[in-house]
């Protein structure tokens, strides 16, 4: 099975930008439908952007939106998850998932086998 990594983490100012990394192993990223979610404490891990096998398609939680950018390096297995113009309401632990049997986007986290361990960001105003 996949195993997921995930960086690029840390601290931001508002308005500002980062961009979070998810390096696969054991599996091709472009073999799986790959996901971002976020989680505060307390709160359900929530949906963040998904890209679809193929790369050819991305979906983005409204929240989201026109600021973040899911894309996929093949050659690097690699997903990334570029974010800007960062808001206070960003700050969450970070996490990428992946699933092989999926082929159109799912929301819920319950509908993805792998996860990565997750990266912190943190937005202070």
């Known amino acids: 099975q996949v195993q997921l990594v995930e960086s690029g983490g840390g601290l931001a100012q508002a308005g500002g930008s980062l961009r979070l990394s998810c390096v696969a192993s054991g599996g091709a990223v472009d073999t799986y439908f790959m996901a971002w979610f976020r989680q505060v404490p307390g709160q359900e891990r929530g949906f963040v952007a998904g890209?679809?096998?193929?790369?050819?398609?991305?979906e983005y939680s409204d929240s989201v939106k026109g600021r973040f950018t899911v894309s996929e390096d093949v050659a690097k297995n690699t997903v990334y998850l570029q974010m800007n113009n960062l808001s206070v309401g960003d700050t969450a632990l970070y996490y990428c998932?992946?699933?092989?049997?999926?082929?159109?986007?799912?929301?819920?986290?319950?509908?993805?086998?792998?996860w990565g361990q997750g990266t912190q960001v943190t937005v202070s105003s």
């Open positions: 998932a992946a699933d092989a049997r999926i082929m159109r986007i799912r929301y819920s986290p319950l509908q993805y086998d792998y």
């Open positions: 890209i679809s096998k193929n790369g050819h398609f991305t």
